[in-house]
T-cell receptor, first 109, second 112 residues
Framework: QKEVEQDPGPLSVPEGAIVSLNCTYSNSAFQYFMWYRQYSRKGPELLMY????GNKEDGRFTAQVDKSSKYISLFIRDSQPSDSATYLCALGPAYKYIFGTGTRLKVLA | NAGVTQTPKFQVLKTGQSMTLQCAQD?????MYWYRQDPGMGLRLIYY???????DKGEVPNGYNVSRLNKREFSLRLESAAPSQTSVYFC???????????FGSGTRLTVV
């Protein structure tokens, strides 16, 4: 079993939809949680970072961490075609984040 | 600001050849990282440098060496390239090890 599991997608949604992206993990020692967006042939770009259970909001993005269930989520409100990308979760101890394999998202105009 | 700059962007090597991938950051970050990204495998940590003067192995260090030249620069060396090292290599940096990372745009390496 991988330490971090992420559905590869692709996930296709209409413009304006609420998108839910998820990762599950097995290592209860993970303390820090991040979400990245990666456009094709580009480097990952940090979207959200948190280190505690609960919700963190930044504009149209909300990160949710449930440590008891070992489950993290990223919600995107009012999705736009420009949100079409691969979304990576990253979890870990400091310096040694484990990345999920990414979920491909397509937002259809 | 340039952020994290990687050179070269593309490279083709023959099996057994050596090369060095260069990475420089201009954000005064303490920590730097090298990852490789392969289809279906995600990003995997090769080596990291928590601070200037220190380096440590990550998940997949075999076949690679690194040098933290100064606070800005962190290079990755392939001494004898193998086809299994065909990948996209990303350098990243962060102010501290538990902060988010800033990634470079990557080096696409093909070993034939």
């Amino acid at each position: 079993q991988k330490e971090v599991e992420q559905d590869p997608g692709p996930l296709s949604v209409p413009e304006g939809a609420i998108v839910s992206l998820n990762c599950t993990y097995s290592n209860s020692a993970f303390q820090y949680f991040m979400w990245y967006r990666q456009y094709s042939r580009k480097g990952p770009e940090l979207l959200m970072y948190t280190y505690s259970s609960g919700n963190k909001e930044d504009g149209r993005f909300t990160a949710q961490v449930d440590k008891s269930s070992k489950y993290i989520s990223l919600f995107i409100r009012d999705s736009q075609p420009s949100d079409s990308a691969t979304y990576l979760c990253a979890l870990g101890p400091a310096y040694k984040y484990i990345f999920g394999t990414g979920t491909r998202l397509k937002v259809l105009a | 600001n340039a952020g994290v700059t990687q050179t070269p962007k593309f490279q083709v090597l023959k099996t057994g050849q050596s090369m060095t991938l260069q990475c420089a950051q201009d954000m005064n970050h303490n920590s730097m990282y090298w990852y490789r990204q392969d289809p279906g495998m995600g990003l995997r940590l090769i080596y990291y440098s928590a601070s200037e003067g220190t380096t440590d192995k990550g998940e997949v260090p075999n076949g690679y060496n690194v040098s933290r030249l100064n606070k800005r620069e962190f290079s990755l060396r392939l001494e004898s390239a193998a086809p299994s090292q065909t990948s996209v290599y990303f350098c990243a940096s962060s102010e501290k090890g538990y902060y988010g990372y800033t990634f470079g745009s990557g080096t696409r390496l093909t070993v034939v």
